[in-house]
């Protein structure tokens, strides 16, 4: 089998909650100035292995996402024709790539464009970078909020969502959005989540709810975060 090829992207995606670095790199010169004053060895442990979570945060947000998305679109052998919703796209790392897909169908991303969430998020970046990566003409965005989507019951084949869920405050919020998720999705759809936190939720409420396949699993080293997948009922099988 030959191995996929991830093309180099053309855009600019910025830093996926991005006062995270800067807050690992703040720790990493307390402990350094604490090692300093104090001469603890177990400060100076502490600097590198903090640094060293830094890189990889680091390079799951620059690198690793796109890589392990491109294999999980890859994976749904899509025909091109299907209508793809992002929730919380941000600036566009996996609905560009989910629109490299399409042919005729549509890439759908929604996002409120807060930038404590993404560096530089908004939707006139997302649209340059649309414009980047040669798919403008496959994508859409909204502004709308996760926990109630503008669209019709049963409208999208495919629903994905990369570290946007969890920035949705109290447990009922959460659930609400995923509960949308289901909502817009066909009969046989696929729902995809990666998110750093709230995922056994999630799966438990999409197992509640009646969904197939609901799975949790780690994508690997290159993605610091569980993956939820579930396929929604086909009534007519």
């Known amino acids: 089998m ?23 790199t703040g720790f990493a010169v307390l402990y350094l100035v604490l090692a300093l004053i104090t001469g603890r060895l ?8 903090i640094l060293a979570v830094d890189a990889a945060y680091l390079y799951t947000t620059l690198r690793g996402k796109f890589a392990v998305w491109a294999e999980l679109l890859g994976q749904l052998n899509l025909r091109g024709d299907e209508r793809i919703l992002d929730l919380g796209c941000g600036r566009g790392a996996v609905l560009l790539l989910a629109a490299q897909h399409l042919t005729t169908g549509r890439a759908v991303g929604v996002d409120l464009w807060r930038r404590v969430d993404q560096s530089g998020n908004s939707p006139d970046a997302t649209r340059r970078n649309a414009l980047a990566e040669g798919v403008a003409d496959r994508v859409d ?44 999705l066909r009969p046989g759809g696929r729902l995809l989540i990666v998110d750093v936190r709230g995922t056994r939720q999630y799966q ?7 969904m197939n396949e609901v799975a949790r699993r780690r994508p690997g080293w290159r993605l610091m975060a569980p993956l939820v997948t579930a396929t929604k009922p086909d009534r007519r099988s």
């Open 2 to 24: 030959t191995e996929r090829v991830i093309p180099r992207r053309r855009g600019s995606y910025g830093i996926d909650a991005p006062f995270a670095p800067a807050f690992l």
């Open 141 to 184: 965005l909204h502004t709308a909020d996760m926990r109630a989507l503008p669209f019709e019951d049963e409208s999208f084949d495919v629903v994905v969502s990369n570290f946007a869920i969890h920035n949705i405050g109290g447990r009922a919020g959460r659930e609400k959005a995923v509960s949308e998720a289901v909502r817009v």
């Open 204 to 210: 438990a409420q999409l197992a509640k709810m009646g």
């Open 42 to 49: 177990m400060y100076f442990l502490c600097v590198p292995l």
